[in-house]
């Protein structure tokens, strides 16, 4: 096979094993997410009745489950599903494509390489996705039962004939949602390639344990990294605390704002599920990501 013919070979590859990656961490992942976003969405304000009222994870699965049933924990998935598989798939591609562009004549890549060239794949992505993360946030947001809640499409129908495509509608929080992925990639692919690197350096490769505890390692960093980002987005793309009043607009106009109203505490509302989340989810994205893409490469040898 000529050269180029198995860039192309590894390049389809390396679509459909990130494609695998984020297909599986949905599913298992989501309630978590949702469980994040309610508590993101809450102000300081406690004037929501008691019931209405989140105090953490565990009571909003309790209140969750008791008045919108077991399925409200996967309200909203539809949208990552469709988005989160070809999402991850141009994640990691974009990441292999960009890494190649941020070597600078180097015969090897380093961490300002993984670094660089994780922000850009984040940045990517988020253009791509950012009316699916408008439409999940507004379903998540939902609090009626499962079968009360309206479909993705009708959301989303909802959303672009109101306000359209744009920085109102479907565009809503573009900016936080770059910020969002590119923080996050910097520090996920950062670490990750970078501790993998030095082991190989050593002449150790890491076993499946080792790559579980690195890939979660690096998911916690950088959810920590970059959840005031996340935050913001969810308060700019979620219901507006009064109805007909467009609170929270700009991605660090936003993060100032709640510092100033709620504390700095409340720029790392919903830290734990989404660490719960993206700790374990960081491990399954790449492991399923490697282990399909080797399998693929053996395969079509």
């Known amino acids: 096979m000529t050269s180029d013919g198995g860039r192309s070979k590894e390049r389809l590859i390396s679509l459909f094993s990130g494609a695998s990656a984020g297909f599986v961490e949905v599913c298992i992942m989501h309630p978590l997410d949702l469980v994040k976003t309610r508590l993101q969405l809450q102000s300081a304000s406690k004037s929501s009745t008691k019931s209405e009222y989140y105090t953490g994870i565990t009571d909003c699965m309790r209140k969750m489950y008791k008045n919108e049933g077991i399925l409200s924990f996967w309200k ?4 990552p599903i469709v988005v989160d598989t070809p999402r991850r ?3 990691f591609f974009t990441f292999d494509e960009y890494k190649r562009m941020f070597m600078f004549g180097q015969a090897k890549a380093n961490a300002l390489t993984y670094s660089l060239a994780g922000a850009c794949a984040g940045a990517t992505e988020s253009i791509l996705v950012n ?4 439409v999940k946030i507004h379903l ?5 039962k499962i079968k009360e809640v309206p479909s993705s499409f009708s959301v989303a129908k909802e959303i672009y004939e109101k306000d359209g495509l744009g920085s109102k509608g479907l565009y809503k929080g573009l ?12 520090a996920y692919f950062g670490l990750y390639h970078s501790v993998r690197d030095f082991s190989s350096t050593h002449n150790r490769n890491l076993g499946v344990a080792e790559k579980i505890g690195l890939g979660f ?3 916690t960093l950088a959810s920590v990294a970059n959840i005031p980002f996340d935050v913001a987005k969810s308060r700019i793309q979620g219901p507006q605390p009064q109805l007909g009043k467009v609170k929270y607009k700009s991605c660090i106009k936003t993060i100032l704002l709640v510092h100033k109203e709620e504390g700095w505490r409340a720029l790392y509302k919903g830290l734990i599920p989404k660490v719960l989340r993206l700790g374990p989810g960081g491990a399954i994205m790449f492991l399923v990501n490697e282990y399909v893409a080797k ?7």
């Open 131 to 134: 009316p699916f993360e408008v």
């Open 76 to 79: 909203g998935i539809l949208p």
């Open 217 to 219: 390692a690096a998911g």
């Open 175 to 186: 900016t936080a949602t770059i910020m969002r992925g590119a923080v996050f990639n910097v």
């Open 140 to 144: 998540q947001a939902n609090r009626a």
């Open 89 to 91: 798939a141009i994640k």
């Open 295 to 301: 399998f693929l490469m053996e395969y079509f040898k």
